[in-house]
């Protein structure tokens, strides 16, 4: 039987770890378009982004040609305390949908910070560390970045300023303690620490925050201190190239059995963990060595690549970051408040908006109730608690492996299990209760946050 | 390098997992005592205890002589979901200590329940389904058992109603919300369902609950419904013998680098983790195959082996229980309130309690502090947040080593690492806060405690 074959859990050994990230820009014959300069509309330079950025990663942002660049001795052996990380073949799961389909699912949830965002915030502190900053400062949401950046800067010794978002600030103490653990300082967004935080606290009294208004708060906290840059958790093309690590793993994992995945599927927020699961498989695809289907998955309250535009927007809602061609639905658009868990951002890596907008990526969009029901089904079949982020993409896998069940092809499907949901049972609670809601914003909604991107 | 030839996590091949448990038992010259019938003081028979177990885990329960028991192919592709779990080498944490011992830990969090708990919970499951059993009640305390008995029978279709402690219950909403995603129902004890639950509320008003008085009511709600049995987390030799699968790993994953621990450290609440790991190792030690030192860690708040009586004594509050020959505390023991995390049973496996009293294993109290100053200090370096109970074992561990790095001897320390602490930020913030402080019992509670067990 196959089943003898083919184990529950694929893991590489540590010598089977990739030594070098893939950089899809490489490959892709119209590069993602440059940030802008606002204020002059043209392409920023690396001395113009150094004083957001470090100056390696700076250099990673502005790199489209090198297909491969090394990663450090020291990521490498960070990334030996939680990685490779196992590529799960999901008998349990096909089992109990009675489908032919063979489905796998790379699960980066087992680390503390509970999702793959360790994997781009250790190689962003180990340059911080590297240029001889004293730290670093972000925002986080739903907190998955937030506590990957704390682990990361605890492990390098830096200082670690988060802003985060006032409602997840309120709503979500335990993710709180664990950055206070690991020694990160927590402030809730929209404060009265910088200008733009007492400007828009003003401006919208009794805020909740937003992902955009705590990036604003962040990137003026580390251009208005000595020592201190900015870093991001995702949309960034630098937070891709890290998150390859992703796609390498799995693909190598694959490739030892000689499998061949006919759809890999991610949810989308910013695109750091879809992109970097699809990034070595786009890759064939765009050097014709290979065909695959890749599915990204959002959520149907924050629909950018479905129902956004593709134009150059800001970054974030305080309008202090650069401007990046992606799909938008306008630096000021939030989520409804019922929206719980993260993919809440407002933009689209550059990469991917590209990628989709050639067609070489489909995308689709999910309610929130049938995301908890599929994420509870696939958490009593498979063992995991998955973050709703991760539930998005179950629940398409399990949409598609349902389609087989019903033609009888035998599909293999891949999907990325970004992370856990313990920080999320808010979320399940109302869901058991029967008070999860939905909400789709109306075309008018969108239009009017869009209204307010530069038109370039 | 010896770091080249060692990976930072040795991973059993799933072909390499054990399949049979190993009965410690069998090779212990004098074998724990059995377990008697309070109202008559005579052991207890298998029919006796198959109105409140499943009759093939009474069987375990009783056999005290095969040395091996096959493990059923159900439960080792359940395995296959979690197992084998990773021996780390704590290559970071020597670092930072600067201490020559070579530090190991078997991890047992990379699990949705957070903890071991699930290698036992499984198979009593398992087999509560193999006898065509509607369901099973049992008791938990801090949560990690509830939850993994929880996902266990929602995995084979069995009903499982979970009596909380009330404390916890209201101070662990999550911990309720996850088992309630695996379809569990969780009521908080005591509670107004059961005779004893009556009885204890009644006798003391306003209670906020204990693990006995839980368990009181769990036997009740088994052995008053048809087509349900009590299951229990801990404690049992049954127990300590499924949980014999992570010192069967581990052990396994020594050997296949040809290391040989000098000492293997576990917290122990009620032995389940710390019989587990050392099983094996003990089975050595017995034979006179090896010789190896071994160390039950236990909170200064609840210590049954260093301060408390071998003597029989009830497993429970309201005394609806067998009684137990086992290092006690006193069945009406409760630690203090400011105790966190779980570890908080009155007394200790039957097994270890044997070992223990015949100079086979060390035993060691550490206050609630200095264990949380472990856990932060474990996390920030080694990149996992632990739970409370497994930090016990980390302080002892690290303690040791400390003694490595003053003497300059290399030991090899093993421990393990149960579970993680997602669940237990409020104690974290406590400790971060200051606010977190440690109790001792005095002598006279311990003795007006045990007062009420019965001197047999």
């Not at 950089?23 to 606002?38: E, F, Q, S, T, Y």
């Not at 980066?108 to 781009?120: D, V, Y």
């Not at 990137?219 to 958790?233: I, S």
């Not at 059995?257 to 991610?266: F, H, M």
Request: with cysteine.
């Amino acid at each position: 039987m196959e089943k003898e074959k083919i184990p529950y859990k694929i893991y590489l050994e540590e010598s089977e770890m990739p030594t070098a990230w893939y950089n899809v820009r490489a490959d892709m014959k119209k590069k993602p378009a440059p940030l802008l300069n606002p204020g002059t509309g043209k392409p920023l330079t690396a001395a113009e982004l150094s004083h957001v950025f470090c100056d390696e990663l700076v250099a990673q942002e502005l790199n489209d040609t090198d297909r491969y660049i090394p990663i450090p001795q020291e990521i490498r052996d960070f990334y030996k305390m939680y990685r490779p990380s196992p590529l799960v073949r999901a008998y349990c799961l096909e089992q109990k949908m009675g489908t032919p389909a063979k489905i796998y699912y790379k699960f980066e949830g087992n680390n503390t910070s509970g999702s793959h965002k360790l994997n781009s915030a250790i190689a962003q502190a180990y340059y911080a560390k590297k240029q001889g900053l004293v730290g670093v400062t972000t925002e986080t949401g739903a907190g998955q970045w937030g506590t990957a950046l704390s682990m990361a800067c605890s492990y390098f010794g830096l200082d670690c300023k988060v802003y985060m978002v006032k409602v997840s600030y309120e709503q979500k103490p335990f993710r709180r303690e664990v950055m206070r653990t690991y020694g990160a300082s927590v402030t809730p967004s929209p404060s009265m620490e910088t200008e733009v935080g007492r400007r828009i606290n003003k401006e919208f009294p009794g805020t909740n925050g937003s992902l955009g208004c705590a990036i604003s708060e962040a990137v003026e906290a580390a251009t208005t201190r000595e020592g201190y840059r900015y870093v991001l958790g995702s949309v960034l093309s630098q937070v891709l190239l890290h998150q390859s690590v992703i796609g390498l793993e799995t693909k190598a994992a694959l490739d030892k059995y000689g499998i061949k995945p006919d759809v890999i599927i991610g949810c989308a927020g910013g695109g750091s963990n879809l992109g970097g699961l699809i990034s070595p498989f786009m890759g064939e695809k765009l050097r014709g060595e290979a065909d695959y289907r890749f599915v990204a998955v959002e959520p149907a309250s924050c629909p950018s690549l479905t129902r956004g535009r593709y134009v150059y927007d800001f970054c974030d809602t305080g309008k202090v970051c650069p401007l990046a061609k992606m799909y938008t639905l306008g630096s000021g658009f939030m989520p409804s408040p019922n929206h719980a868990g993260g993919l809440r951002y407002h933009g689209m890596s550059s990469i991917l908006s590209e990628l989709y907008d050639e067609g070489l990526m489909e995308a689709v969009s999910v309610g929130q109730t049938d995301v908890f029901a599929a994420a509870e089904y696939f958490a009593r079949v498979e063992g995991i608690l998955p973050a709703p982020e991760s539930a998005h993409a179950i629940k398409v896998a399990m949409d598609e492996a349902e389609k087989c069940r019903l033609t009888g092809e035998e599909k293999t499907i891949v999907f990325g299990l970004t992370g856990t949901g313990y920080f999320d049972m808010v979320a399940y609670q109302k869901f058991h209760d029967g008070q999860m809601t939905d909400y789709v914003p109306t075309d008018e909604e969108i239009a009017k946050s869009l209204a307010s991107a530069p038109q370039i």
